[in-house]
């Protein structure tokens, strides 16, 4: 079945590298993402990784992705208070409906 | 500009009372969903429509009902059924199956039951 797993808290000094972990059960999996929520407002999709690939980089994130232990990760270069939110890992299957399944998410504090 | 719109952002509800909270998108999606956010719990599948006409049940639909008359509209009822109504709710939208699976997402809904 599906299940995505994620600490619940990340600390981070301002200007620090942040990396967010996450991992997942189900070998199938097609795509999995990174959704960032800032409090009180809906999740918006941050990227997200084809399961053929092992790395994706866009500006400051950095997406990595081992298939082998089902382990994905999400660094924030150079991590500024605005980056402060709750990040959720999701995988979607193909074949099915496409649906993500979510973490329970990771709040990061971003502090100066 | 296009997006998903979410009404009322908060709501205040008695028990014993059912409220429909209303989710509108002019994204031309086909596929819309429901989710219910709990503090630690993350993001729970309600209701989802991937056509007009048509919808499913998610891992926590008891309690709760939809409808999907048009396309752009998906409308969900938090019926007195419900026993823990107190939650934020969300609600997406996707192109459904022939995508990345990426979804939009709306401001959401805040109930709160007196």
């Known amino acids: 079945g599906e299940d995505v797993e994620q600490s619940l808290f990340l600390s981070v000094r301002e200007g620090d590298s942040s990396v967010i972990n996450c991992t997942y059960t189900?070998?199938?999996?097609?795509?999995l993402y990174w959704y960032k929520q800032e409090p009180g407002a809906g999740l918006q999709l941050l990227t997200y990784?084809?399961?053929?690939?092992d790395m994706k980089q866009d500006q400051r994130l950095t997406v990595l992705l081992n298939k082998k232990d089902k382990h994905l990760s999400l660094r924030i270069a150079d991590t500024q208070t605005g980056d402060s939110a709750i990040y959720f890992c999701?995988?979607?299957?193909?074949?099915?409906?496409?649906?993500?399944?979510f973490g329970r998410g990771t709040s990061l504090i971003v502090h100066p | 500009d296009g997006g998903i719109t979410q009404s009322p952002k908060y709501l205040f509800r008695k028990e014993g009372q059912n409220v429909t909270l209303s989710c509108e998108q002019n994204?031309?999606?086909?596929?819309m969903y429901w989710y219910r956010q709990d503090p630690g719990q993350g993001l729970r599948l309600i209701y989802y429509?991937?056509?007009?006409?048509?919808?499913q049940k998610g891992d926590i639909a008891e309690g709760y009902s939809v409808s999907r008359e048009k396309k752009e509209s998906f409308p969900l009822t938090v019926t007195s059924a419900q026993k823990n109504p107190t939650a934020f709710y969300l609600c997406?939208?996707?192109?459904?199956?022939?995508?990345?699976?990426?979804?939009?997402f709306g401001e959401g809904s805040r109930l709160t039951v007196l």
């Open positions: 997406a939208s996707s192109r459904g199956q022939t995508n990345t699976g990426e979804l939009f």
């Open positions: 189900d070998s199938s999996s097609t795509y």
């Open positions: 990784i084809f399961s053929n690939m």
């Open positions: 999701a995988e979607s299957i193909q074949g099915g409906s496409y649906i993500p399944t």
């Open positions: 994204l031309n999606h086909d596929a």
């Open positions: 429509s991937q056509i007009v006409n048509d919808f």
